[in-house]
């Protein structure tokens, strides 16, 4: 396993000095830090995109709902090119059909108007029915690197027995997963074991675990040794565990 990566959500340019000094991976943009947040105006991606190197990946959302229509489909496509153009490096979008399952056709729809665009899937998976079989649809969707998760709308207070779970029965879909609502830094060895290697975080890296406050640098670089330090242990206890074989 190579160094994990830490991505740090964001929701203003004030936000990026600390996480990048800190050590960020990747910035996540959202319109807000309610659950139902919608997607920022192009000029805020432009703010934050300036204010970085970092690659910064921005919501994808119209609505408070986990689904699209067609006529949103195109407005989501013209934003993308807009955020795009204003130095996004990917977005984050995903929808769920009328059975509360994985909607694959405009999901794969969307990530087809946008060819080689990386993109991450967001939390409707967790409000989804039966989520083992919703992380199995999305394994191999065009341009996927991520899937932030909680294990439940609740957050990984409530989800995150089963999200270790489900990244120890499938290396394709711990190489997905994002654990983020929530995380504790008491769940990453056990995470990382699993094989997981991106983690998000929000809350805890502000003071007071509040988004009234900016992103703090000192908090963000706590999570970078956190992560650094436990990929370092597993990948000596792998070795380790190779030698005793031989």
Partial sequence: MGVPLLEVTVFHPHDVPGAQEGGADRLYLRGSATPDAVSPEPVLVSSVARETDLPVFVLLRLNDTWTTTGGELTRLTGLAESYLGAGAAGVCFGFLDGNLEIDVEVSAHLAGTLPGVPWIFHRAVDATLDPRRSWRSLVG?????????????????????????????????????????????????????????????????????????????????????????????AMRSGAMGSADAG
């Fill in 141 to 233: 969707l065009p341009g996927l690197v991520g899937v932030h998760s909680a294990g439940s709308p609740q957050g990984l207070e409530v989800g995150y027995d089963d999200l270790l779970a489900m990244a120890e029965a499938d290396p394709r879909v711990a190489a997905l997963m994002v654990p983020g609502g929530g995380l504790l830094a008491e769940h990453v060895p056990w995470l990382v074991r699993a094989g997981v290697s991106q983690f998000q975080v929000g809350r805890q890296v502000r003071p007071g675990a509040s988004y009234k406050a900016y992103v703090d640098a000192g908090h963000v670089r706590s999570w970078r040794l956190l992560l650094d330090s436990t990929a370092a242990r």
